[in-house]
């Protein structure tokens, strides 16, 4: 069965400091798709990242980057330089290529940048 | 482009009422699924479609019913709303039954039952 650990309910971190949110996925598929969610305090959801099981690059976007290896499970997120207005509540999920349940979100972290 | 619309944003129930939340998309994806949100739960599917005329359950589809008539549409139904069922609502929409696409999300809706 599909799932996904967030263990860090909440992360407060200080503005510029750099920041990790980690995610473990457990699945019996050799296909499967990782994404990552921001939900800001505004309450919708805005896509972040996607990635196929097949991939293992790692990728970084601005001052965003994700390091996805197989090898423990992981899906980690890092924030560079974090920004006030990263403070959001951010979701890993999972979908499987053969399973017609749709994703498996982890429970959320919280994360607060302070000025 | 209005992407996945959700309707109503707000809304206040007695308990052992019954309502609908709409959902509608214009994107004409063929998946399209409901998620309640709850506090340190994530969120987590209660029905979901991956077609016209087609309707499966979710991970708790209990006290919930859904219906795809169209392609855009995907009503969810509380049959007799209960506290228990205080929550936000999403419906979201995927292009793909090949699951390598990203969902996209109408803004939620915020259900209080008293």
């Known amino acids: 069965a599909q799932k996904v650990t967030q263990a860090q309910t909440e992360i407060s971190v200080v503005e510029k400091e750099d920041v990790t949110l980690d995610c473990v996925y457990e699945t019996r598929d050799t296909t499967y798709y990782l994404f990552w969610y921001k939900q800001p305090p505004s309450g919708e959801l805005v896509f972040l990242i996607r990635?196929?099981?097949?991939?293992?690059q790692n990728e970084i976007s601005g001052r965003y980057s994700w390091n996805f290896q197989k090898s423990t499970s992981s899906f980690n997120f890092t924030i560079t330089a974090s920004q006030v207005v990263d403070s959001a509540v951010y979701f890993c999920a999972l979908s499987e290529r053969y399973n017609n349940n749709d994703m498996r979100f982890g429970a959320g972290t919280r994360l607060t940048v302070k000025p | 482009n209005a992407g996945v619309t959700q309707t109503p944003k707000f809304q206040v129930l007695k308990t052992g009422q019954s309502m609908t939340l709409q959902c509608a998309q214009d994107m004409n994806h063929e998946y399209m699924s409901w998620y309640r949100q709850d506090p340190g739960m994530g969120l987590r599917l209660i029905h979901y479609s991956v077609g016209a005329g087609i309707t499966d359950q979710g991970e708790v589809p209990n006290g919930y019913n859904v219906s795809r008539s169209t392609t855009e549409d995907f009503p969810l139904r509380l049959l007799s709303a209960a506290p228990s069922q205080t929550s936000v609502y999403f419906c979201?929409?995927?292009?793909?039954?090949?699951?390598?696409?990203?969902?996209?999300f109408g803004q939620g809706t915020r259900l209080t039952v008293v």
């Open positions: 990635r196929n099981s097949f991939d293992e």
């Open positions: 979201a929409s995927r292009p793909d039954r090949g699951r390598n696409t990203e969902a996209f």
